[in-house]
């Protein structure tokens, strides 16, 4: 088993920042050896990629966060990132952090992420 266990959200006010933290823990060596996912589902909404690092360090952004969203990872702590500036309203949401291995599709539980306008 593989658990992923997101931190960081909250209530921001339009304009503001937030970091996100998804730390790896159990049968996973190391994320450098894989590509990491942070989801994100608003209500009455489909989930949506918003961002992914690969194993090669290349990043993928939602064309809805390009610009003010960064990932990142720290290898030696098992953890990526999700650095968000300018966060509008519709980026409430809640973020989950992703990873499919051989052995299965993992996520988190999900950090809660409100913006006010």
């Known amino acids: 088993q593989v658990q992923l266990v997101e931190s960081g959200g909250g209530l921001v006010s339009a304009g503001g920042s937030l970091r996100l933290s998804c730390a790896a823990a159990?049968?996973?060596?190391?994320?450098?050896?894989?590509?990491m996912n942070w989801y994100r589902q608003a209500p009455g909404k489909q989930r949506e990629l918003v961002a992914r690092?690969?194993?090669?360090?290349?990043?993928y952004y939602g064309d809805s966060v390009k610009g003010r969203f960064t990932i990142a990872r720290d290898n030696a702590k098992n953890t990526v990132y999700l650095q968000m500036n300018s966060l509008k309203p519709e980026d409430t949401a809640v973020y989950l952090c992703?990873?499919?291995?051989?052995?299965?599709?993992?996520w988190g539980q999900g950090t809660q992420v409100t913006v006010s306008s």
């Open positions: 992703n990873v499919v291995l051989s052995s299965g599709d993992y």
């Open positions: 159990g049968r996973i060596a190391s994320i450098k050896y894989v590509d």
């Open positions: 690092i690969t194993r090669g360090d290349d990043t």
